[in-house]
């Protein structure tokens, strides 16, 4: 495994937001790196759950099917050393590994400004890379709540970035009958059809 991912070069942000009393979820952008035009989604969750949880959010909110390994990495500067993930990783892992069936988006987040941004790294064969930033705090209740996106997830086991962008230039063909890249509708978004299929690596 990579030593640590490296952020592309840094862009400016907003001055952060401080957590309100009654602010106990977390608005979060994801898309993926690599792919023009970008593939993208923007969810709330409770910032109660663990990371395992916020990983199956994520699965679902893309639209993966959740049948490879993943990994949070995270960490100062450029180089992203630090993961979040399952166990089995910790002995891969060159900066510090926390559980991601304990950890917590609260307690990860802690008394920080936001926005944070962290890479979600989805099978480690097709490396497909995505950013997730944790953009504002906000109240409410109840499980993830899609907001907006656009484009659709790439067929699982298609080959990277690199196949993707072929077959969206017209270079190889989609050999995924029906997909349509430009395909997305929030409302069709279940954030329990993926636990049924999941294996951990």
């Given at each position: ?5 490296i952020f592309?070069?840094?862009r400016s942000?907003a ?6 009393k009654d ?9 993926l ?9 923007r969810f ?17 909110v893309?639209g ?7 990994e949070?990495r995270h960490?100062?500067g450029?180089r992203l050393?630090?993961?979040i993930g ?19 988006v609260?307690?990860f ?6 926005p944070?941004?962290?890479?979600y ?9 995505h ?6 705090w906000t109240?409410?209740?109840?499980g993830?709540?899609v907001l907006?996106?656009e ?6 086991d298609f080959?990277g ?6 077959a969206?230039?017209g ?10 890249p ?5 409302k069709?978004?279940s954030?329990e ?5 999941k294996?951990r690596k």
């Amino acid at each position: 495994m990579n030593s640590g991912l490296i952020f592309p070069a840094q862009r400016s942000q907003a001055r952060g937001m401080a957590k309100a009393k009654d602010e106990n979820r977390v608005v979060v952008k994801v898309f993926l790196y690599g792919i023009q035009p970008q593939i993208w989604r923007r969810f709330s969750i409770s910032a109660d759950i663990t990371f395992i949880q916020f990983s199956d959010a994520v699965q679902s909110v893309m639209g993966w099917d959740n049948k490879s390994p993943h990994e949070f990495r995270h960490g100062k500067g450029k180089r992203l050393v630090d993961v979040i993930g399952p166990i089995g990783l910790e002995d891969q892992t060159a900066g510090e590994f926390q559980d991601e069936a304990v950890l917590t988006v609260k307690n990860f987040l802690g008394k920080r400004r936001l926005p944070i941004r962290i890479l979600y790294r989805y099978d480690f064969a097709d490396e497909w890379i995505h950013e997730i930033v944790f953009e504002k705090w906000t109240a409410g209740e109840g499980g993830p709540e899609v907001l907006e996106g656009e484009r659709a997830c790439p067929p699982e086991d298609f080959g990277g970035t690199f196949q993707y962008m072929q077959a969206l230039h017209g270079e190889i063909e989609w050999a995924h009958p029906g997909y349509d890249p430009e395909a997305f509708d929030p409302k069709t978004v279940s954030f329990e059809q993926k636990k049924a299929v999941k294996k951990r690596k």
